[in-house]
């Protein structure tokens, strides 16, 4: 753990990334908390509107309400016509990156990579799969770097 240096997701913009937490910087996650709250309040009033519907009301653009979902800022409420695609079957997803079975399947492949270390509680699983999903792009990165 400890500060490193990543690319902001938003803007691009190099930043010092405490460990945790999502890819931006504190510029954009400043502006990215305004815009999810602004998503998430007109949701709940309108929990059946599309995408178009919610860029044009909250002026938060389809692009990062898209990237929201992604990171699991936001989440699409039940009844909404928008769905977005699991990363792994590309089936409809309303949130996060894969399906509830790619997911799962997904949680019991680090299960077994923990196998010899012991049984891992299945909440540690769940924190450890999105942080290691996270991660684990950046960390190939480094690998292939010192190699
Ligand atoms: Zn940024
Ligand atoms: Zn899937």
Known sequence: MGYSVEVCHH???IFNYPGF???????????????????????RDHGNANMYQIALATGVS????????RDGMLEIPDGSPIYIKCENCGCD?????????????????????Y??????????????MRFFGKRNQDENRGRKKRK
């Not at 999502?22 to 998430?40: A, G, Q, T, W």
């Not at 389809?62 to 979902?69: A, H, P, S, T, V």
């Not at 997803?93 to 990579?113: E, F, Q, T, V, Y």
């Open 11 to 13: 803007c691009k913009r």
């Open 62 to 69: 389809e692009k990062d309400i898209k990237q929201y979902l």
């Open 93 to 113: 997803i309303r949130s996060g990156r894969w399906c509830p079975s790619c997911a799962a399947r997904m949680s019991n492949d680090l299960k077994s990579a």
């Open 115 to 128: 196998a010899g270390v012991g049984d891992v509680p299945k909440e540690q699983v769940t924190g450890k």
């Open 21 to 43: 937490g999502s890819m931006y910087c504190p510029e954009c996650l400043k502006i990215d908390e305004e815009n999810k709250n602004k998503v998430k309040e007109f949701l």
